[in-house]
Nanobody, 123 residues
Framework: QVQLVESGGGLVQAGGSLRLSCAAS????????MGWFRRAPGKERELVAA????????YYADSVKGRFTISRDNAKNTVYLQMDSLKPEDTAVYYC????????????????WGQGTQVTVAS
């Protein structure tokens, strides 16, 4: 089992940047495929980005391609989401999640979730 704690959220102006971090404890995060999700008010949870155990594969939602970058440091048991050129529509609670699958983009295959961190982008 793994516990996930997100950090790095906050208020930023449109066009700005934030870097989210997800610290894993318990079983090493390198055993899991990892993903970042978000849920905006009134909307369904959305997979934003995913990265494989080996870091050889990544996925990005069309809405964030070219602006967000997912990475991981398995030695530090940490996954990152670098968010650049932020837009007001990126405002949401962002969640880190871990899957026992080596790499997956299916929401239902993520087994462990963090509590979330709020990102607010002001226009």
């Amino acid at each position: 089992q793994v516990q996930l704690v997100e950090s790095g959220g906050g208020l930023v102006q449109a066009g700005g940047s934030l870097r989210l971090s997800c610290a894993a404890s318990g079983r090493t995060s390198s055993a899991y495929g990892m993903g970042w999700f978000r849920r905006a008010p009134g909307k369904e949870r959305e997979l934003v980005a995913a990265i494989s155990r080996s870091m050889s594969s990544t996925y990005y939602a069309d809405s964030v391609k070219g602006r967000f970058t997912i990475s991981r440091d398995n030695a530090k048991n940490t996954v990152y989401l670098q968010m650049d050129s932020l837009k007001p529509e990126d405002t949401a609670v962002y969640y880190c999640a871990a899957s026992i699958a080596p790499f997956t983009v299916k929401v239902g295959t993520y087994n462990y979730w963090g509590q979330g961190t709020q990102v607010t982008v002001a226009s």
